[in-house]
C-alpha cells in the first residue's frame, strides 16, 4: 500500500503572523496618539483642558485676541518624549511570542498533534490466536479456548492521592482483594501500562465482573485465547504447555505483548515464532475519564501458522497402551518407545511413562493439580525419549557388527567357535548368556552371541577387534554420544565412553575388560531410546543419518502449506553389502533367534532383543527391543525400553509387535509378557 504525502496546512503560519503583528499594532497606535498630542493645539485639541482657554468676547476681536495670543499658547506645548523603550519592550515581547509559536506550532506540531490525538483516542492491542496442531492425519491435537484477565491501566488512576485511595479501597473491597497488597503492587508497578489482578478467569467469572466494573475507568476485562490440548496420551511430553509472557520472553522478543502466553516445553516452545500471531488493534475515542464513546477503527488480528506433525494419533494411542500394560504386567513403573520413519526422520509415535496432562498447566487450571505433577516422584516431566540414557544392552550388537564389517575385522563368513561360554582374562571372567558354538555374524545377531561381539570389539584367538577407539569411532557415525537434533528441547547426550575420557572422569586406565562391556552395550555406554531407533533405521535406509523431527509442514490460510526439508546428517555410514547382511541377521532374529514372537505377523520383521543390566546387587536388567519393517522395503523403525523389566523379549517385544500391528492396520495382538 502507497504512501500519500501529507499536505501542508498554511493556517497555523498565518495565527502566527496575526499574533506576532498584534503588539506592533499597539505600539503604532499608541506612537501616532502621542504625536498627535506633541504637535496639535487649539480649541480643536483634545488633550489640552478646557478649562486653560480664554472666553471668546465679541464676534471678531475674540478671535484676533487669541491670534494675538498665539505665542503665549506656543509656549505651553510640551517637548516630544522618548519612544525608544516602548518600541524595544514591544518588540521583545513580540519576539518572544513568536519565538514560542514558532516552537509550538511548527516545530514540535506533529509531536503536539500526536500527544493530542493520544490524549482523545485509545488503543488497545488485541491478542491474536496460537495456530493449531495437527496429526499426519489432519487430527487436531489441540484447540484453542478463550481466557480472561481483569488489567488495571496506572495512568488511568486519579492523579490526586487521596482520590487514588479511595478508589483502590473500593477496587480491593469490589474484587475481595487485600487492600494493602493492591496499593503497595500499584505503586511498585505504576510505570507499566497494565497490572494483572486477576488472570485466567473463565466466561462466566468474566461476565460477572463486567457487570461489577462497569464505569470503573481504570480497570478493563481483556480476553486472551489459551490451550486445550487433546485426550491423547504422553502429548504433554512432546506438544508441551504454554504459558504468561515474563520480562526475559520479553527482552528476546519486544514484539511480544505483555497479556502474550509462550511456549514453555515442547513443540510449543520450539516454534513459538510460527504459533505466534500478529495482534490486532481497537481504536475507540475516549471521554476525560477514559472511558469509550465510540469506536472509530480497528485491526482484526492474524492467527498464527499451523503445524502439521509426523506423528500418528493412533499409533500413538496403541504405542501408549501397550507399553503401559507391559510396565503394569512386569512389575516396572517407567519406560519408552518411539517409532519413527526410516525415509524422512518422521516421529510416528513417541511415548514416555508416566507422562502428565498438559492441561494442568492451563490458567484456567487450579494450581494444586500443578504442584501435583511437578512433585510427582515419577518425575512425568521428563521425557524419557529423548532424555532417558541406559545402558543399550544387545541392542548395540548390529551397529558394532557393522563396524567389524566395515573395518576387515570379520567379513560375512567369517566362523567364530564360542563353544566355551566364556573369555578369561587374567582373574577376570566374560560369560555368555548361553552356549552358541561355532558361530558367522548373521548367527551371532540373531542368537545375541556375547562371545562372538567380545572377539570384534576387544579381539579373542585369531580376531584382532577393534579397538575402544576403533570402536568408539563408529558407534559416533551411528550418532551414539551425541544429540539426534530432533526439534524440541531436553535432549540428552548419552555416552559412549573412551580410554581418554575414563582417565580423565574416573581417573582410572581403560582395560580390555571395558572395550569387551562396550561391545555388548554394558559398561559406561549410554544410550537414549531416539538415538538407538536412528541408529536402526541407518540399518534400515542404506546407510542414512537422518535427523528426526516431529513437525513436518506449516501452513496459514494466507500462504499456503510450507513443507520442511529431510535432513541427512551423515550419507552412506556404511557400505550397502555390509547394512544388507546385518538385515541378514536381524531377519533371523526374528525367523530362529531371540526375537521369534513377531514371526507371526502378516509383515516380514527384522529386530534385535536387549537385556541390559543396570543394578547388579539386584540383578535387575533394561528390557529393550529395537526391530524395523518391512524387511525387504523398510518403513518404520522402532525401539521400546521397560526400565526394569527383565528380559528385552518378553516385556519390551510384545509393545513393538503392537507398534507393528497399528502400522500396517493389523489386528491388535493381547499384551502377554512371554515367560
Not at 493556517?11 to 502566527?16: A, N
Not at 511570542?97 to 490525538?117: K, V
Not at 563408529?474 to 524440541?488: M, N, R, S, V
Not at 513443507?563 to 557400505?575: F, L
Amino acid at each position: 500500500m502507497g504512501r500519500q504525502t501529507d499536505r501542508v496546512d498554511l493556517e497555523p503560519v498565518r495565527r502566527i503572523l496575526k499574533i506576532i503583528w498584534l503588539p506592533f499594532s499597539w505600539a503604532s497606535a499608541w506612537f501616532r496618539v502621542s504625536k498627535i498630542r506633541s504637535t496639535d493645539s487649539g480649541i480643536f485639541d483634545p488633550y489640552i483642558p478646557l478649562g486653560s482657554l480664554k472666553t471668546l468676547e465679541g464676534d471678531y476681536e475674540g478671535v484676533s485676541d487669541t491670534l494675538a495670543n498665539s505665542e503665549v499658547l506656543e509656549s505651553s506645548v510640551q517637548p516630544k518624549r522618548p519612544f525608544f523603550i516602548l518600541k524595544s519592550v514591544a518588540f521583545l515581547v513580540a519576539a518572544l511570542f513568536a519565538f514560542r509559536l514558532i516552537s509550538l506550532q511548527i516545530t514540535q506540531g506533529q509531536e503536539n498533534y500526536r500527544l493530542a490525538e493520544g490524549n482523545r483516542l485509545k488503543t488497545e492491542l488485541i491478542s491474536a490466536p496460537r495456530g493449531l496442531i495437527y496429526d499426519r492425519n489432519g487430527v487436531a491435537l489441540v484447540q484453542n479456548t478463550p481466557s480472561f484477565s481483569l488489567i488495571l491501566r496506572p495512568s488511568e488512576l486519579p492523579k490526586k492521592k487521596a482520590e487514588r485511595q479511595i478508589y483502590l479501597e473500593d477496587l480491593a473491597h469490589l474484587l475481595s482483594l487485600d487492600r494493602a497488597n493492591l496499593e503497595s503492587t500499584v505503586s511498585s508497578q505504576a510505570s507499566r501500562d497494565f497490572i494483572t489482578l486477576l488472570d485466567g478467569l473463565n466466561r462466566d467469572q468474566s461476565l460477572s465482573l463486567e457487570l461489577k466494573t462497569h464505569g470503573w475507568g481504570a480497570v478493563e476485562l481483556v480476553k486472551q485465547p489459551t490451550r486445550l490440548y487433546g485426550n491423547l496420551a504422553s502429548l504433554g511430553n512432546l506438544l508441551g504447555y504454554i504459558g504468561k509472557v515474563d520480562s526475559e520472553d520479553i527482552k528476546k522478543r519486544p514484539n511480544l505483548l505483555p497479556t502474550s502466553y509462550v511456549g514453555k516445553s515442547g513443540v510449543e516452545s520450539a516454534y513459538d515464532d510460527i504459533l505466534q500471531g500478529i495482534p490486532g488493534q481497537d481504536i475507540s475515542e475516549v471521554d476525560s475519564l477514559g472511558r469509550s464513546v465510540r469506536t472509530v477503527g480497528n485491526m482484526p488480528p492474524i492467527s498464527g501458522n499451523s503445524l502439521i506433525l509426523g506423528l500418528d494419533a493412533s499409533i500413538q494411542q496403541v504405542t501408549a497402551t501397550a507399553l503401559q500394560e507391559s510396565i503394569a504386567k512386569s512389575g516396572a513403573t517407567n519406560g519408552a518407545a518411539v517409532a519413527m520413519d526410516v525415509n524422512t526422520g518422521d516421529i510416528l509415535s513417541m511415548v514416555s511413562l508416566p507422562t502428565f496432562d498438559n492441561n494442568l498447566f492451563s490458567p484456567l487450571t487450579d494450581s494444586a493439580a500443578r504442584q501435583s505433577v511437578l512433585q510427582d516422584p515419577g518425575s512425568p516431566l521428563i521425557n524419557r525419549a529423548i532424555s532417558g540414557q541406559y545402558p543399550s544392552g544387545s541392542t548395540v550388537k548390529p551397529f558394532v557388527a557393522t563396524a567389524g564389517l566395515a573395518s576387515g575385522v570379520i567379513n560375512a563368513n567369517t566362523k567364530i567357535d564360542t563353544s566355551a561360554g566364556k573369555i578369561e582374562v587374567g582373574q577376570w571372567t566374560f560369560h555368555d548368556w548361553k552356549t552358541h558354538g561355532v558361530s558367522d555374524v548373521k548367527q551371532a545377531i540373531a542368537e545375541s552371541n556375547n562371545i562372538f561381539f567380545y572377539s570384534v570389539g576387544g579381539g579373542y584367538k585369531q580376531i584382532t577387534g577393534l579397538g575402544a577407539d576403533r570402536l568408539g569411532s563408529w558407534l559416533a557415525k551411528f550418532g551414539f554420544g551425541q544429540e539426534t537434533g530432533i526439534d524440541i528441547p531436553g535432549e540428552q547426550d548419552g555416552l559412549v565412553p573412551t580410554p581418554d575420557w575414563k582417565k580423565k572422569v574416573k581417573k582410572e586406565s581403560w582395560y580390555i575388560g571395558d572395550t569387551y562391556n562396550l561391545s555388548i552395550g554394558q559398561g559406561d555406554f549410554l544410550v537414549t531410546p531416539l538415538q538407538i531407533v536412528r541408529a536402526t533405521a541407518v540399518v534400515a535406509n542404506g546407510g542414512k543419518l537422518i535427523t528426526p523431527r516431529l513437525v513436518k509442514s506449516s501452513f496459514s490460510i494466507g500462504s499456503g502449506q510450507k513443507d520442511y526439508p529431510v535432513k541427512i546428517t551423515r550419507d552412506n555410514v556404511a557400505d550397502s553389502s555390509i547394512l544388507q547382511t546385518v538385515r541378514d541377521g536381524m531377519r533371523q532374529a526374528v525367523i530362529s533367534g531371540s526375537a521369534r514372537s513377531l514371526n507371526d505377523l502378516g509383515v516380514q520383521v527384522a529386530a534385535k532383543t536387549g537385556t541390559a543390566q543396570f543394578d547388579l546387587a539386584k540383578n535387575k536388567t533394561h528390557s529393550w527391543f529395537i526391530a524395523f519393517a518391512p524387511y525387504n522395503n523398510p518403513q518404520i523403525a522402532i525401539s521400546v525400553i521397560v526400565e526394569g523389566g527383565g528380559e528385552g523379549y518378553a516385556v519390551a517385544a510384545p509393545v513393538a509387535k503392537n507398534m507393528i500391528e497399528a502400522y500396517f492396520k493389523l489386528p491388535l495382538s493381547p499384551i502377554v509378557p512371554a515367560p
